[in-house]
């Protein structure tokens, strides 16, 4: 046997990876129970498969568990099931991963005191827009609830406002808040970060350990920005004219940007759907040609707005008067074009282009100004989950905004799988449906509300004006006013830039409910 063996104490021991044939050795060693820490495959095909390692332990008598722990560590979870498993199993114990340090580490988890379970009516993975909102709409309900709102940020932004900001129109102090001042008082603020979900026992478990107990669960941690999936973009955002609307702290940079620029190239970039509010990245580029057309630069400057998907915007009805400023702008369409790799320095970037055929090619364009929105996708911690579709993102009834087979979880917000727009105006509109929905479900009752899909993204095509789209699921228009969506309005842009912001720190966070019905088919 070629890896050497480390002793943790009398009962347990590890070593890296083993092969078949070792499995005899350390039966004549005493050795009665192997576990297997190391995911197949992880190794390449040289990695013996831990079917392989159970049939020799049987042969010899060995009882054998696969209990995979990843590179990035062992999760609570895991550390609770080698607890009990260390209960079952016949003593001594072998694990085993790449090196062993795997095993070790998830042994002296699994081996610490175990934390008293603390216990609450509701638990809330999330203190963003949807979660604040929601802890907020229930306890206005019944002000008895005991709930624990998980959020491990001390500020509180307020991120429709970013590409105000990028415009030249917002100032981004006023997008901040600390988070202490927006958690509604009777809650319980856990200043940490989600680890892992333990559906059958009905608890999560924090990143130090913590399990807490819930009755209700209400998931909408919001979406993950997937910066690293493109090459070379996070060491240059911030400086060589690469910035995004979609950070706090480089909204101020595009501005900057925009306000320098006299001529040259400017690429503006969307990733493949879905991302949090759809409209964003067009956004960022209708303010800055408004702007570069009112300083009469726009003519000496080459806009391009590089798109992942095949459509301007995904319900038709809004394309028409969108591509009218597209066209009033001098703005270069490329669809099917996804922005892969930065190099900052040299003013370069590069686009997977597909054809019509399908085939892919890499093509390279040169910037002066480059706004990119990145790759989204769910947290590590829900796609990781059994809760979580094939995709990724939370599996949720379109309908209910329920969990499919754990009816006592709620999801709201962006981390939803359902296929309405990912805004804060969905989240408004959810927050009802499961507000009423969840307090249902405490009294036994029929679920009363079903959520329509509706989603709001206020277009803002040019300083002072904006095309308000609403709609809701299957592009199902869903005007909240009796006037024609289509058509750019000042009254929109007063919505958008002063309204809905103050309505946002006032009456959404406050669990004030203004134009919240839904109206399903």
Known sequence: MEQSIKRIDASFSVAGQIDPADLTVLAAQGFRTVICNRPDHEGGPQQPDHTAIEQAAHAVGLSFVYLPVLTTGATPEQASQLRQLLNELPKPVLAYCRTGNRSSKLYEAATQPARELKQYDVVVVGGGSAGISVTASLLKRNASLRIAVIEPNSEHYYQPAWTLVGGGAYDVKDTVRPTAQVMPKAAVWIKASLSAFAPQRKVVLLCDGTELGYQQLIVCPGLQLAWENIEGLEETLGKNGVTSNY????????????????????????????????????????????????????????????????????VPTFVPPLMKYVQAYNAQLAFQSNLVKVDGPNKKAWFEV??????????????DLLHVVPPQQAPDVIRRSELADKAGWFETDPATLQHPRYPEIFALGDVCNTTNAKTAAAARKQVVVVADNLLALRSNAPLPKRYDGYGSCPLTVEKGKVILAEFGYGGKLLPTFPLDPTVARKSAWLLKATLLPWFYWHGMLKGREWFTDCKPD
């Open 247 to 314: 950070r706090h702290d480089l909204a101020p940079y595009t501005w900057e940007l925009v306000r320098n620029l006299r001529g040259g190239k400017a690429l503006f970039t969307q990733p493949g759907m879905p991302i949090k509010c759809a409209g964003a990245p067009q956004k960022a580029m209708y303010l800055s040609c408004d702007y570069w057309r009112k300083q009469g630069v726009l003519d000496s400057i080459a806009v391009e707005f590089n798109l992942a998907g095949a459509v301007l915007f995904g």
């Open 354 to 367: 597909t054809d019509a055929a399908g085939q892919v090619t890499r093509v390279e364009k040169s910037f």
